[in-house]
């Protein structure tokens, strides 16, 4: 198999990480064709040899220097245009990612062209607990899904699919996303489950990566206001994602409270039992998930979906 894929890679400051990521590129089963690095305000004049001095000789380096720094949803938008292969994925400084990442995933996603990405299950590396947590999608039993057989998974159960496990194919993400500053700082997600809505998605069995959960991470908080926001841009400029959305009750994120800004901001529709119970069990989740021994979290998984 020939190097098909890219990897886009936004770095701002997380030096302690730079070295062993950069490893992790080099030692891909399947090398990337171009590793597309955005020095985002780093204010560092030796940042691009360093990282020419480290890549593999094999791979190309596609150099973005931003003089300020603009946060990742800006250089993904920034990255995304200089994307040259049939694939892609992005990798964050602290996420880890095994040998055969690539390679397995792009495997997959090759015989399903019309699908717009591949993700795997999720394995969270607690940095803060220094224990790693696993997390499989018991409820998905075949690879492609179908947009209708997504929403009515989503309908049944209320899950996230991260970021860091997925593979996406290039010529749809180009042609249609929302993987954009303007969709707030949760928009890798949105992305995620706007592409699923239109085109459906590949799932592997496998687990193919860390998701690394630490102190002050980008988009970690989420706030009732920030996220009604979301919802009513979304009403307006993308209404019918935002109809599935909301029927689907994947705004779970939403505090129980937020019920007099969602009327207030005549989102009536967004107010479900469904809805209130899901926001219940989400808050009871992430207070609960790395209190547990980490064998029990699949299980309190299954509990809330």
């Given at each position: 198999m020939i190097s098909n894929y890219d990897i886009t890679y936004n770095f701002y400051k997380d030096y302690q990480f730079l070295e062993k990521s950069i490893q992790s590129i080099n030692e891909q089963s399947l090398l990337p064709k171009y590793l597309i690095f955005t020095d985002d305000g780093n204010n560092d004049p030796t940042l691009k040899k360093k990282i020419k001095d480290l890549l593999s000789k094999k791979i190309k380096l596609i150099f973005?220097?931003?003089?300020?720094?603009?946060?990742?949803?800006?250089?993904?938008?920034?990255?995304?245009?200089k994307i040259k292969s049939k694939f892609f994925f992005s990798l964050s400084a602290d996420d880890i990612f095994y040998k055969k990442f690539a390679e397995q995933n792009i495997k997959i996603?090759?015989?399903?062209?019309?699908?717009?990405?591949?993700?795997?299950?999720?394995?969270?590396?607690?940095?803060?607990?220094?224990?790693?947590?696993?997390?499989?999608?018991?409820?998905?039993?075949?690879?492609?899904?179908?947009?209708?057989?997504?929403?009515?998974?989503?309908?049944?159960?209320?899950?996230?699919?991260?970021?860091?496990?997925?593979?996406?194919?290039?010529?749809?993400?180009?042609?249609?996303?929302?993987?954009?500053?303007?969709?707030?700082?949760?928009?890798?997600?949105?992305?995620?489950?706007?592409?699923?809505?239109?085109?459906?998605?590949v799932y592997h069995n496998k687990y193919l990566?860390?998701?690394?959960?630490?102190?002050?991470?980008?988009?970690?908080?989420?706030?009732?206001?920030?996220?009604?926001?979301?919802?009513?841009?979304?009403?307006?400029?993308?209404?019918?994602?935002?109809?599935?959305?909301?029927?689907?009750?994947?705004?779970?994120?939403?505090?129980?409270?937020?019920?007099?800004?969602?009327?207030?901001?005549?989102?009536i529709e967004a107010i479900t039992f469904k809805w209130f119970l899901r926001s219940i069990k989400f808050f009871l989740w992430k207070k609960l998930r790395f209190i547990l021994p980490k064998n029990s979290l699949n299980l309190l998984f299954k509990f809330f979906n």
């Open positions: 973005i220097k931003n003089y300020k720094n603009l946060g990742p949803m800006q250089c993904n938008e920034n990255a995304l245009k996603l090759s015989k399903y062209p019309k699908a717009p990405f591949v993700f795997s299950n999720l394995l969270i590396n607690n940095s803060i607990r220094r224990r790693k947590y696993k997390i499989r999608y018991y409820f998905l039993k075949k690879n492609y899904y179908s947009p209708y057989e997504i929403k009515k998974i989503y309908a049944h159960h209320q899950f996230k699919i991260y970021h860091n496990t997925v593979v996406l194919n290039s010529q749809i993400y180009k042609k249609d996303n929302i993987h954009s500053k303007i969709y707030g700082k949760q928009a890798d997600m949105l992305n995620l489950i706007y592409l699923a809505f239109n085109y459906g998605f990566s860390e998701f690394t959960f630490r102190k002050n991470q980008w988009g970690q908080i989420s706030e009732d206001k920030y996220i009604i926001k979301k919802l009513k841009f979304l009403k307006r400029k993308k209404n019918n994602f935002y109809n599935s959305f909301i029927k689907s009750n994947l705004h779970f994120d939403l505090s129980i409270f937020s019920i007099f800004g969602l009327i207030k901001n005549r989102m």
